[in-house]
């Protein structure tokens, strides 16, 4: 092999760590981060938020015993309906947005006017906690309800009296959605795993379709198209296909707790997109927020709140997005578009002041003298070629005397830099330029005793172990009668045995180990 010419050498850098990529921000990232999060404190237990249909789009926050209704706006609270004698659970807006339906801890739902803030209807049917009510996206005379009892139901809003009551489920009712294309459809998820597709033009009221999400179902939705769900348990996100009978499409498992609601928000071209596209928000106990999408089947956004995560909802127009927390605080997000910038740019001027032109500089061309006198601080024109140094790379000791071919000073000197990842890359150098071997037979005593209590210390360590086992190997072969002349390379000797054996102990009780766990993954994974 032909050594490297002096003048071309460059620093032995150790090839054991990998440089950190930095992440590159994409148009989605920066879409989403155009939200403007604004805190609203002071709140106890947030268990729901949606917004309002209507043009002004406010947005309800279920907490405590309390139903407020926020400007999406200003964030500041419009109205607060209190007719509760337990903990409100659910809100939901009517398709008009004038009414608003909401669910209590004891069981009852209570229908309001979000002009009179009165209750209108009150509808006492289940036995225990409702925790999901929801007016269909096409019907203002019905609502769906579910709830501790594992009971759903469908109710008539005028008459104040259940249509049907569905049986199936054999836990808790935590969640439900209504189709975005069909008024009579609409879904339920629950503890027992499962979510189920009911259909209130079938006769018998049996679920017309049932998926397993394996986990607890904490969030289901419809997506746009109507013929695709989306399931929140666990620590995944699940997409399933209606239209083919419940095939599993996908599963997103980004967090690492329990994501606890999921939500569509809509993205315009300014994120990346050639035309508007939906995403799926899901939010978790890990304190983060997910973009996903499901188009692409991939998550293109992660941002980290400072709390546990329960709540989330997006408003119609894709202009504000809301977040509940376990601690009491809803991350409210507005995004300013350019229009409103500018709007309020313009606003705070009492008068407009004219621009002042700025006077033209002469166009130094290559026959002016100032045109080579221009200096550090101009301007390059497009045309115009940057010439640059070259840049000295800065060699440490060991490099430098691997650039003179000095080997065994090389060696001498990185052992005495105590720097593990150095003095194996150096080694690795030596063995590329085939000089390890000398340089080991050259060491006199004290230099051998260094490279005795390097491999003493590091030759059991997994990251070095390949090279640094052979080095060992050879040296012991090699410098035998230096060995065994000395007491002090005996006892680095008799420590280095006792690492090896240390390390041949560990290594056999994780493989027993191994053997003991991997029959039980086995069975648990034919389960």
């Known amino acids: 092999m032909a050594e490297p010419h002096p003048s071309k050498a460059f620093p032995v850098k150790p090839k054991l760590k990998s440089k950190p990529r930095t992440p590159k921000q994409t148009p989605e990232s920066k879409y989403w981060s155009s939200f403007k999060t604004h805190q609203i404190p002071g709140l106890i237990s947030v268990r729901s938020l949606s917004f309002s249909p209507s043009l002004a789009h406010p947005f309800a926050v279920a907490h405590s015993a309390h139903l ?300 002016y003298y100032r045109y080579f006198q221009r200096g550090q601080g101009e301007k390059p024109s497009e045309g115009d070629y940057l010439v640059m140094k070259p840049k000295r790379a800065k060699l440490t000791e060991h490099d430098k005397l691997l650039k003179k071919f000095r080997h065994r000073e090389a060696l001498v000197s990185v052992l005495g830099s105590k720097n593990p990842e150095n003095v194996v890359a150096v080694m690795e150098e030596l063995v590329a330029r085939r000089k390890l071997v000398t340089c080991i037979t050259n060491l006199d005593v004290g230099e051998l005793e260094l490279l005795m209590m390097f491999l003493q210390k590091y030759c059991t360590v997994p990251r070095y172990s390949s090279l640094l086992f052979k080095v060992t190997k050879r040296v012991i072969q090699m410098r035998a009668d230096d060995i065994r002349a000395s007491v002090s390379f005996k006892s680095h000797i008799r420590n280095l045995k006792r690492s090896v054996e240390e390390e041949l102990r560990i290594q056999r009780s994780l493989l027993q180990i191994q053997g003991i766990i991997t029959p039980l993954l086995n069975s648990a994974g034919r389960r």
């Open 68 to 367: 407020s209704i926020y400007s999406s706006e200003t964030f500041s609270v419009t109205s607060t309906i209190s007719f509760f004698k337990d903990t409100v659970t659910c809100a939901s807006f009517r398709s008009d947005g004038r009414l608003i339906a909401a669910s209590e801890s004891s069981g009852r739902i209570q229908v309001f006017d979000l002009n009179s803030r009165g209750p209108l209807r009150k509808l006492e049917s289940h036995s225990r906690p409702v925790r999901f009510v929801q007016f269909p996206l096409l019907d203002r005379f019905h609502l769906i309800s579910g709830g501790d009892d594992a009971l759903v139901k469908y109710w008539d809003v005028a008459g104040e009296t259940p249509i049907s009551e569905l049986r199936g489920h054999k836990d808790y009712v935590r969640c439900g959605d209504s189709s975005p294309v069909n008024l009579d459809t609409f879904v339920t998820g629950s503890y027992d795993h499962t979510v189920k597709l009911w259909d209130m033009r079938v006769a018998d009221r049996r679920p017309m379709l049932e998926v397993n999400h394996r986990k607890p179902v904490e969030d289901v939705i419809f997506l746009p198209s109507g013929g695709v769900i989306a399931t929140a348990g666990g620590n995944s996100v699940k997409l399933w296909d209606l239209l083919s009978g419940g095939k599993l499409l996908f599963s997103m498992e980004s967090h690492n707790k329990t994501v606890t609601s999921i939500c569509v928000g809509r993205i315009g071209r300014d994120a990346g997109d050639e035309s508007e596209q939906s995403r799926i928000l899901s939010v978790g106990l890990d304190g983060y927020m997910k973009v996903f999408d499901y188009a692409n089947m991939r998550v293109t956004h992660s941002m980290r709140f400072p709390a546990p995560l329960v709540s989330a909802a997006f408003s119609p127009d894709s202009s504000t997005r809301v977040i509940g927390s376990s601690n009491g605080i809803v991350f409210a997000g507005k995004r300013k578009t350019k229009e409103k910038e500018k709007e309020e740019s313009e606003s705070r001027l009492f008068w407009r002041i004219a621009p002042v032109e700025q006077p033209k500089r002469k166009v130094l061309r290559p026959s």
